[in-house]
């Protein structure tokens, strides 16, 4: 996954990597720390006692903290972090708010300290061909994917728009293409949701929330109205025949860089013998670009 070969495939991954990474760092002014600090306390339902008890400070402390009259040592934003369980990037901003250098790296997808995990990536990426394998962040914006990935993907692509893959199976162009899309609505609802409870304030996450509850392929479609299956895969129609896919989405350790913390390896498998038979033989040019 190097930067000519994200260049050089759809989308230009590259460009919409770039483009993110210099948003975050000419965005709107952060909130101060005691605002952040509050923010954070009563995403965790905790009241100033409850944070203090379990920070070992005094609730008076925290008061001051929260209305910005009293400046914290780094030593108790880590530790206030530390006791709210705060991710990364939170961690790095709270940092900064209270004049402090970031704890954590946040390197470009592309930077050379990342060259070990991209050659990782791009590994489990190509040996997980035929079937399809997307490489995502946390808001599932598509940074890289192989072959048969790009294929299925590529007509559900706007043109011009960054390729976000919720929005892509909200878009007009999935509904010829996945079958059932009240199920894959409901399900990255509840992938996004989880995601919300671990980040916090988000608003990219917050903004595909609000998109997919408005979105008409959930009305009608209740969760909890009849019992779940064990397993939901997604079913889609390709060339005339339905292809069904079970996920497993990966997501990578030993690695302090938030950047690699917020990557999602999201593989496809084949549900079924149909499909496994499809996509390993090639059937009449199943998820080859240069048919779908």
């Given at each position: 996954m190097t930067s000519e070969v994200m260049v050089r495939g759809w989308g230009s991954w590259h460009t919409v990597w770039m483009h993110r990474?210099?948003?975050?760092?000419?965005?709107?002014?952060?909130?101060?720390?005691?605002?952040?600090?509050?923010q954070w306390r009563t995403a965790r339902r905790l009241s100033q006692l409850d944070l203090a008890l379990e920070a070992g400070v005094s609730a008076r402390h925290v008061s001051f903290l929260e209305t910005d009259r009293a400046r914290p040592s780094r030593e108790m934003v880590e530790r206030l972090a530390s006791t709210l369980t705060l991710p990364r990037p939170a961690v790095n901003e709270l940092l900064l708010s209270a004049g402090y250098a970031p704890a954590f790296p946040a390197s470009t997808l592309t930077s050379e300290a990342l060259a070990p995990m991209r050659a990782i990536m791009t590994r489990l990426m190509q040996q997980h061909a035929p079937f399809p394998a997307l490489l995502c962040d946390r808001a599932w914006t598509l940074l890289d994917a192989n072959q048969p990935a790009r294929a299925l993907l590529a007509p559900l692509q706007?043109?011009?728009?960054?390729?976000?893959?919720i929005r892509m199976m909200m878009g007009a162009a999935a509904d010829g293409l996945v079958e059932n899309k009240g199920d894959v609505a409901e399900e990255m609802l509840s992938r996004l949701r989880l995601e919300r409870l671990s980040t916090g304030p988000d608003a990219q996450i917050d903004g595909l929330i609000g998109e997919l509850e408005r979105w008409p392929a959930l009305s009608g479609h209740t969760a909890g109205a009849a019992p779940r299956p064990s397993l939901c895969p997604i079913h889609l129609k390709v060339m005339g025949r339905r292809l069904s896919f079970l996920s497993a989405i990966v997501q990578f350790g030993t690695s302090e860089d938030i950047t690699v913390r917020d990557l999602r390896l999201e593989l496809l498998y084949p549900a079924d013998e149909a499909t496994r038979t499809a996509l390993t033989a090639n059937a009449t040019g199943i998820l080859d670009s240069k048919t779908v």
């Open positions: 990474a210099q948003s975050l760092t000419r965005g709107a002014a952060a909130p101060s720390f005691g605002l952040q600090l509050k706007p043109a011009g728009d960054e390729p976000n893959v």
